[in-house]
């Protein structure tokens, strides 16, 4: 039984940083790109982030290009997104994803296709 759970999430003013954590259990994730989507209210799940297994390939929504970072420790099963300079645009639940794919395809597949899902952590942030 494939388990991810998210951290990290919380309520901060706009300009702050957070970072979340997603761990990941229950079966080896070797060769599996891991990314993090968010769902803001009355809207669809979105991609904001993804990351190849070596770590080598990131990709990014061009909404948080240059804010977010992406980043894993395969030694800890865990994915990290690092937050700074958050709009309250950036409100939302923040999801992690991982599938046996590439970064690069997590970016542009539509999110009902990845097969492995977190329960989401909430991102809120006030003006």
């Known amino acids: 039984q494939v388990q991810l759970v998210e951290s990290g999430g919380g309520l901060v003013q706009a300009g702050d940083s957070l970072r979340l954590s997603c761990a990941a259990s229950?079966?080896?994730?070797?060769?599996?790109?891991m990314g993090w989507f968010r769902q803001a209210p009355g809207k669809e799940r979105e991609f904001v982030a993804a990351i190849s297994w070596s770590g080598v390939n990131t990709n990014y929504a061009d909404s948080v290009k240059g804010r977010f970072t992406i980043s894993r420790d395969n030694a800890k099963n865990t994915v990290y997104l690092q937050m700074n300079s958050l709009k309250p645009e950036d409100t939302a639940v923040y999801y992690c994803?991982?599938?046996?794919?590439?970064?690069?395809?997590?970016?542009?597949?539509?999110?009902?296709?990845?097969?492995?899902w977190g329960q989401g952590t909430l991102v809120t942030v006030s003006s």
């Open positions: 229950g079966r080896t994730f070797s060769g599996y790109a």
């Open positions: 994803a991982a599938d046996l794919t590439t970064a690069q395809a997590m970016a542009v597949r539509h999110y009902t296709y990845l097969k492995h």
